[in-house]
């Protein structure tokens, strides 16, 4: 089944404490992408990946960083959690431009 | 700067009933547009889309209108059916970039009383 898997699916951590959340695709895409959506604000492109060992900052890039150092994972770290990077967080995926986002199924972020 | 806007947070219609969610944005350089739909605990799903070359695209209950002088589209969806309840989100690109650079209105949730 094609798909895009995040893992974890929830995670609670403490100010400070450095994480990772996972993303992986198995349908072969070069664009990998990391949004986070949050009440009233809809859906914030964090980092994007065009291809591997390409990376570029979307809107919200402070306190994150990502890695494609292989075609089908796309890693976001926080290296310094703080709390307002408490968010559900989607990671995407697509062919090429003109075919559409693949979504995996959010991880729920709380930073205490 | 919000450029693409979803200025009803909410909206709820009957079961059968036309539902009409509204978007609208404000760069001029967008010229394809797309809908994702999302249900609680899942990640964003692809709908529909409308190129600028168009005014109108249809994919069985669901139809999108583009009206470009007045930077407006908007997601019609007959008949309405409780299984639509979800959270739906507009987006914007520009050719060529296409979904790599999307940039989201905040979303409608639709909810579909039976």
């Known amino acids: 089944e094609a798909q895009v898997t995040q893992n974890p699916r929830y995670l609670i951590t403490v100010t400070g404490k450095k994480l990772t959340v996972t993303c992986s695709q198995n349908m072969n895409h070069e664009y990998m992408s990391w949004y986070r959506q949050d009440p009233g604000l809809g859906l914030r492109q964090i980092y994007y990946s065009m291809n591997v060992e390409v990376t570029d900052k979307g809107d919200v890039p402070e306190g994150y960083k990502v890695s494609r150092k292989e075609k089908r994972n796309f890693p976001l770290i926080l290296e310094s959690p703080s709390p307002n990077q408490t968010s559900l967080y989607f990671c995407?995926?697509?062919?090429?431009?003109?075919?559409?986002?693949?979504f995996g199924n959010g991880t729920r972020l709380t930073v205490t | 700067d919000q450029q693409v806007k979803q200025n009803s947070p909410s909206l709820s219609v009957q079961e059968g009933r036309i539902s009409i969610l509204n978007c609208d944005y404000t760069n001029s350089m967008f010229d394809y547009f797309l809908w994702y739909k999302k249900y609680p605990a899942e990640g964003p799903t692809f709908l529909i889309s409308i190129s600028s070359i168009k005014d109108k695209n249809e994919d069985g209950r669901f139809t999108v209108f583009l009206n470009k002088s007045a930077k407006h589209l908007s997601l019609h969806i007959v008949p309405s059916q409780p299984g639509d309840s979800a959270v739906y989100f507009c987006a914007a690109t520009i050719s060529g970039a296409g979904s790599y650079q999307l940039t989201f209105g905040k979303g409608t949730k639709l909810s579909v009383i039976p």
């Open positions: 995407a995926s697509s062919l090429d431009p003109n075919s559409p986002l693949h």
